[in-house]
């Protein structure tokens, strides 16, 4: 069964840095185009960053760009997202999606274009 694993939410202050990582089983992970997504309460789940299957393309929402760094290690199976710079607005459970596919995909990706997801990680900003 292919298996997606979050690590490494927590609690940090405004201000603060976490990375998370997600850990992929089950398939050829880069055959597959990564993306994390994260949903605050009362809030729709949106989109965070995305990228491609070689890396060569990244995108971030314009809320999380210049703070937010995506990135993958295909040998290692996981990507990861390096957070800055972390406000309280922050304040979500993050999720690693996987979609098995290269191409085009929406500006902003959409949910439904990812196959498989983890089961989420909660990211606490305190002020």
């Known amino acids: 069964q292919v298996q997606l694993l979050e690590s490494g939410g927590g609690l940090v202050q405004a201000g603060g840095s976490l990375r998370l990582a997600c850990s992929a089983s089950?398939?050829?992970?880069?055959?597959?185009?990564m993306g994390w997504f994260r949903q605050a309460p009362g809030k729709e789940r949106e989109f965070v960053a995305t990228?491609?299957?070689?890396?060569?393309?990244?995108q971030y929402a314009d809320s999380v760009k210049g703070r937010f760094t995506i990135s993958r290690d295909n040998a290692k199976n996981t990507v990861y997202l390096q957070m800055n710079s972390l406000k309280p607005e922050d304040t979500a459970v993050y999720y690693c999606a996987a979609a098995a596919r290269g191409g085009l995909f929406y500006t902003p990706p959409r949910r439904n274009e990812y196959d498989l997801w983890g089961q989420g990680t909660q990211v606490t900003v305190s002020s």
């Open positions: 990228i491609s299957r070689s890396a060569a393309f990244t």
């Open positions: 089950g398939g050829t992970f880069s055959n597959y185009a």
